[in-house]
């Protein structure tokens, strides 16, 4: 753990708390969603009570083919083992079951392309897909504990592709489309992986992207790849490599759509993804089978209320995203829903495209991320407001802290004031929301997570792994096993424990990484990764409460703070703003918001500097890359950019700013 990590504990414990935004106001559910809520306050009793029981009865969500003999075994930490001895397929419990229970005619996927193409799979369409994608995999060789790289854009056969690997106990490890050939390369090194699914391209932005060209670069570098095996989508020409390459509509049109799904230990190996991690090399996490779908399953039952008969739920995330894996595959189908799939970006080919998607399928319940909420924001809200969004009962948000004024806008601008929304915090690691309020249940909090979900457990401790008390800040951890925590980094079990186990290695904690603080309530605000907390002259001040506080300004889309080292105090703030649609820089608006930040936090959180830029440097999957900012805040070389979802941003930024030379 370094010098840093220890600061920002103490960090915010202290001066922090004193100087927090005063959030007030408050949202209790609405009458309806209370009296008809999926899940009611008796859960967190019941939980407490006997966890390991709740758990169980979550698991009966789902068929198994044998039954468990425990629930949890926590002999051997931290690497836990849960439904003990159970056997169960994860494909046939997102699919099948849901056929045999008479709703192969219910929809599972309405997808719709970025040039406006679509297609509605029924469940047992999905299930016919996926015994086909199964057989074929069986036929170009594939089988139980294999893994399979899946480089694949949002198209239903990215959630074929990995039900087929789940069927027959393959593991898949998904990379992001936008992911370059190096990126992919390295995860197939470190997979070991022996077969690739990918497409000839994609949409995007309104032309086509060769993804075949990137994974033939992948491939030709990667000797463990036998085939692979590509999805017709956009239908341009493509290389083709005879002994390796193999179309899709070839090989898995003309499979039979019988394929018997065997039950798998419920410890079984599902599923790989890594986590780019802001050092050193990506991490596979490594998710295992019957206590990862019991928790997807139940969460996305708990949080997004679903009523699988009536509602349309859409997560805007990515596949190759922990979201997308829970909240797109496994959570939503397991539980029979209907789902929206989207294959482009929010603009294209206008700024209004996320609201006529929901106009068009009437979306019930909407998960995205503030990264695109705030987009939003800056668009302005005359641009929601000609669809009809009346449809919507629900808003989550994932991925980030979500500003106060982020929450408030989503609710307004795109909930019409009625619905309610559920910040939930997860992470790969966790496999699952862990932290959220209960829509039926919680009276949320603008920016706060609120509580963790029945049946986990969450608390909030300083540097030394002691318990803080209500209205202090420090360390987030987890203190007891929970059904879909990671099973370990793949090939590398000792970088699992050193990271997440190691720093409060007598307590038993699992150390989340990021910052956290109690209110007077004892509710949860996350305060960001614990890296991007800032020393200023002794006070520790976390980048999101400044962040908030700038946002809050009605003139501030969007914001970024970091702390750029400064000889008198240590570090100073450096904010970088991106102001809503209509707004203009203008002389005064640096001191304006200086003083705005003032009166919201206190002098000591003033930024130094204020730079309105066009945008924002984020990953693929929404989060700020503040690394790269706090490169140009202190003038130097940009370091790695690969991660970026648009690298040209950089070059925008910088050319905002005064170099030293
Ligand atoms: C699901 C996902 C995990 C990190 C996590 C935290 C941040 C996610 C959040 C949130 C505040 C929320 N994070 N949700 N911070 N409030 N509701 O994002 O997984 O990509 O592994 O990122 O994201 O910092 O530690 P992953």
Redesign the pocket.
Same mark, same amino acid.
């Given at each position: 753990m370094t010098d840093d990590t220890d600061d920002a504990a103490n960090a915010v414990n202290q001066e922090t708390l004193s100087n927090l935004l005063k959030e007030n106001r408050r949202f209790p559910p609405p009458q309806d969603v209370a009296d008809h809520a999926n899940v009611t306050a008796e859960a967190y009793a019941e939980a407490d009570a006997d966890r390991e029981a709740f758990w169980a009865a979550q698991a009966e969500r789902l068929h198994w083919e044998q039954p468990w003999t425990q629930v949890l075994d926590w002999s051997e930490p931290p690497v836990a083992k849960w439904f003990v001895g159970g056997k169960l397929n994860a494909a046939y419990n997102c699919v099948d079951r849901h056929v045999e229970a008479g709703n192969g005619d219910r929809v599972a996927i309405h997808f719709e392309g970025e040039p406006g193409d679509s297609r509605s799979l029924t469940y047992a369409e999905l299930k016919d897909e996926v015994c086909k994608a199964a057989n074929a995999l069986v036929e170009l060789g594939v089988g139980a504990g294999d893994r399979v790289a899946v480089y694949l854009p949002m198209i239903p056969e990215a959630a074929v592709a990995m039900l087929a690997c789940a069927r027959i106990g393959a593991v898949h490890s998904v990379c992001f489309a936008a992911f370059s050939p190096e990126a992919l390369r390295g995860r197939i090194e470190d997979a070991g992986a022996k077969l690739l699914i990918t497409a000839d391209g994609y949409h995007r932005r309104g032309s086509v992207v060769n993804l075949k060209a990137n994974a033939d670069e992948a491939a030709a570098a990667s000797p463990t790849i036998e085939k692979v095996l590509v999805v017709r989508r956009t239908g341009h020409d493509v290389q083709w490599e005879q002994d390796r390459d193999v179309w899709w509509h070839e090989s898995v049109d003309r499979q039979s759509t019988d394929h018997t799904a065997e039950g798998f230990d419920s410890e079984h190996p599902l599923y790989i993804l890594y986590?780019s991690g802001t050092t050193g090399k990506p991490k596979g996490i490594l998710h295992t089978t019957g206590g990862y779908l019991t928790q997807a399953s139940y969460t996305h039952h708990a949080v997004f209320d679903l009523k699988p008969e009536t509602d349309v739920y859409w997560c805007t995330a990515d596949v190759g995203?922990?979201?997308g894996h829970s909240y797109i595959v496994y959570g939503p189908l397991a539980n029979g829903a209907t789902e929206v799939m989207y294959e482009g970006t929010p603009d294209t080919p206008h700024q209004g495209r996320f609201w006529e998607i929901v106009q068009k399928y009437k979306v019930t319940l909407l998960y995205t #991320? @503030?990264t695109a909420i705030r987009t939003f924001m800056k668009w302005g809200s005359a641009i929601p407001a000609k669809f009809d969004l009346s449809s919507l009962r629900l808003l989550g /948000?994932?991925?980030? @802290? +979500?500003n106060p004024e982020a929450w408030i806008w989503y609710r307004e601008s795109i909930g019409g004031g009625r619905t309610p929304v559920v &910040?939930?915090?997860?992470?790969?690691?966790?496999g699952a929301i862990m +932290? /959220?309020p209960l829509p039926g249940v919680t009276e949320a909090k603008p920016g706060s #997570?609120m509580r963790p979900l029945p049946g986990i457990s969450a608390n909030v401790v300083d540097k030394d792994g002691n318990i803080v008390g209500n209205g202090h800040g420090g360390l987030l951890v987890l203190d007891k096993p929970w059904p879909s925590m990671a099973r370990g980094i793949w090939g590398d079990q000792q970088r699992f424990i050193d990271t997440y186990w190691a720093r409060f290695a007598d307590q038993g904690y699992y150390f #989340?990484? &990021?910052g956290a603080k109690k209110d007077e309530d004892g509710d949860l605000w996350?305060l960001?990764?614990v890296d991007d907390i800032m020393l200023v002259s002794g006070h520790n001040i976390s980048t999101?409460e400044v962040e908030s506080a700038l946002v809050s300004y009605p003139a501030v889309a969007e914001a970024a703070v970091v702390g750029a080292k400064d000889e008198t105090t240590g570090q100073r703030i450096v904010a970088f703003v991106i102001l809503r649609g209509g707004n203009e820089e203008h002389e005064e608006l640096a001191e304006t918001l200086r003083d705005h930040v003032s009166k919201a936090i206190g002098p000591i959180a003033k930024p130094r500097q204020i730079i309105v830029v066009p945008e924002l440097p984020k990953t693929r /999957?929404g989060?700020i890359m503040r690394r790269l900012l706090r490169d140009v805040a202190e003038d130097r070389a940009i370091g790695d950019t690969t991660t970026l979802a648009d690298s040209t941003v950089m070059d925008l930024i910088s050319a905002k700013l005064p170099h030293a030379d």
């Open positions: 986590t995203w922990v979201t #991320a @503030p /948000s994932v991925g980030e @802290p +979500i &910040d939930t915090w997860w992470q790969t690691e966790t +932290i /959220s #997570a #989340a990484g &990021d996350l960001g990764r999101t /999957s989060k």
